[in-house]
């Protein structure tokens, strides 16, 4: 029998029904909206692979759409495109998602094209090389972009050897590597009920999802997957001389996971650091010494951990300069964050919160991501009284709490005036 769930706090029009075998389906009628946005989200990504596995949740998810039992790659493309839908998925380090948004009479047909996809691929061999090579190219294409290969380096150096390090897309040698068998291996074990969400927002009704959910994913055999590898945070650095332009440059430090109690300061910290053309790094850096283009500061939060990194390009006689303004203006902000620059913080991650919320899309994305952390739905005015309960001593103590750890330094191009890690792990540590 489905377990359907109370949503305390939340919309009225958000509905939750779990299916015996551990599927979730989350619903919310938005009234007005005339179009429908669902899809499917597994806690299944590239951290959830093995060794020689890396890359195999990426190529899952192009292989989706590369025909099933009943309907060939192009037939998949017009029954979404003939009711004038799009449909779309995405590859995480936690999780893989298949989207699709359509008129809202018109959801029945884009859950049974998801459905079919996930649950009747075929993973036909001329297709599987075909789609080998696609990726293969669009590995060539990061390795040509300096930006992203120095985020990949920055990563790798700051998970060392384990999955959370690894690159998403894979490298050419595992790419190469995979067949049939791997891939319906990786799903059996891995895309197991209990970790899929079915989410919908739009112009829907709830009891035609769950009827729909039944049909696709109700005959999948709940099972254990198994333990996910622990991301545990090292530090350490890569450097790639290039002959470039530009040298792009990570500084990072190990960040928190979302379920820290000091989660929220943190993204403060980092907003009032280099979050938008007030924060202090843009001032800094761009407007007052001209240093780079662009500079931003990151926080990324997982399950069990987290990363925070200053990310910047700036030409080869200026990377020096750049590090000791950025490092500078970093330290100081951990012992002078202001009332109000937390205030600015605070109004821009709710600003941020809230319009993500204004679109079916938006909607869906965070039912489905808090259901597979949370195991709920959290009221979006529960999230604002935490960012709210947050002070300014709150968010000077994360930002001394972030720089007590070791650092993670990337960079790529004409680096010969990067300092050594050693002087800017001593320059965060005066602090």
């Known amino acids: 029998m489905n377990q359907h769930f109370a949503t305390h706090g939340a919309s009225p029009d958000l509905r939750i029904t779990r299916l015996d075998n551990g599927v979730t389906v989350v619903t919310e009628a938005m009234p007005g909206v005339a179009t429908a946005t669902l899809g499917v989200w597994v806690g299944a990504g590239s951290r959830h692979e093995r060794p020689d596995e890396g890359g195999l949740s990426h190529l899952i998810e192009h292989m989706a759409f590369k025909g099933t039992k009943t309907r060939s790659a192009r037939r998949i493309a017009e029954d979404i495109e ?72 920055f990563t790798e150096a700051a998970f060392p050897d384990q999955p959370m390090g690894r690159p998403i897309i894979g490298t050419p040698e595992t790419i190469n590597s995979f067949d049939r068998a791997g891939i319906e291996a990786y799903i059996a074990r891995e895309y197991t009920p209990d970790r899929i969400v079915l989410a919908a927002a739009g112009a829907i009704a709830h009891d035609a999802i769950v009827e ?15 333990e996910t590898v622990p991301g545990i945070y090292g530090g350490g650095e890569k450097r790639i001389q290039k002959k470039l332009e530009q040298a792009n440059v990570v500084i990072g ?5 979302f379920r820290d109690p000091g989660y929220y300061a943190l993204h403060m910290f980092t907003q009032v650091l280099g979050g938008g053309l007030t924060s202090r790094l843009w001032h800094e850096v761009r407007e007052t010494r001209g240093l780079a283009y662009e500079i931003q500061a990151f926080h990324w939060s997982f399950y069990d951990c987290g990363l925070f990194g200053i990310g910047a390009g700036t030409s080869g006689g200026d990377l020096g300069q750049l590090v000791d303004v950025t490092l ?48 709920r739905v959290i009221p979006a005015q529960e999230v604002i009284a935490k960012v709210d309960a947050v002070t300014v001593e709150d968010v000077r103590a994360a930002g001394v709490r972030l720089l007590a750890g070791a650092p993670t330094l990337a960079a790529i191009g004409p680096i010969k005036k990067l300092p050594p890690l050693e002087r800017i792990a001593a320059a965060l540590k005066a602090a």
């Open 253 to 257: 430090l190990p960040g928190l996971s």
């Open 328 to 375: 500078e203006a970093t330290t100081r902000a951990a012992r002078d964050a202001d009332t109000v620059e937390v205030a600015r913080a605070k109004a821009q991650l709710k600003v941020a919160l809230l319009s993500a919320l204004e679109t079916p899309g938006g909607r869906i994305e965070r039912n489905a991501r808090q259901i597979l952390a949370w195991g």
């Open 212 to 226: 729909s959910a039944h049909t696709h994913f109700g005959a999948l055999k709940a099972a254990t997957p198994p």
């Open 82 to 153: 003939n009711v004038g839908g799009d449909i779309n998925a995405a590859t995480s380090a936690e999780g893989t998602s298949y989207t699709a948004r359509v008129l809202g009479e018109d959801a029945g047909v884009a859950l049974d094209v998801i459905g079919d996809i996930l649950t009747d691929s075929v993973f036909d061999a001329g297709e599987l090389a075909r789609e080998k090579g696609v990726i293969l190219q669009e590995h060539a294409a990061i390795e040509d972009t300096p930006d992203d290969v120095v985020y990949e380096a």
